[in-house]
Nanobody, 123 residues
């Protein structure tokens, strides 16, 4: 079955960087678009970024454009989220999942989720 294991979170100061990883199994990553979501305490889950199966197109929430990049290594079955210039408002639990990386990608319900990885941005 589909398994998604996020890692790489932690405590970082404002302006710092983190690289999240999502190890996937149970499916062939080559054929799937992937996305990252996040959920802060008391807030709804929001889409952060997605990447098409081919890796040729990416999308980002306005709040992270220019600071975050997404990539996938199909050979290793891992999806990455590089986060730079982190801000306190980036504090959240980050999740990855298979997505439809097109218009409205962050509004659909997706069935498979990992346990998430906590990112805390604080001085």
């Amino acid at each position: 079955q589909v398994q998604l294991v996020e890692s790489g979170g932690g405590l970082v100061q404002p302006g710092g960087s983190l690289k999240l990883s999502c190890a996937t199994s149970g499916f062939t990553l080559d054929y799937y678009a992937m996305g990252w979501f996040r959920q802060a305490p008391g807030k709804e889950r929001e889409g952060v970024s997605c990447i098409t199966a081919e890796g040729t197109e990416t999308r980002f929430a306005d709040s992270v454009k220019g600071r975050f990049t997404i990539s996938k290594d199909n050979a290793k079955s891992i999806v990455y989220l590089q986060m730079n210039s982190l801000k306190p408002e980036d504090t959240a639990v980050y999740y990855c999942t298979t997505v439809f990386c097109g218009d409205g990608w962050d509004t659909f319900d997706y069935p498979d989720w990992g346990q998430g990885t906590q990112v805390t941005v604080s001085s």
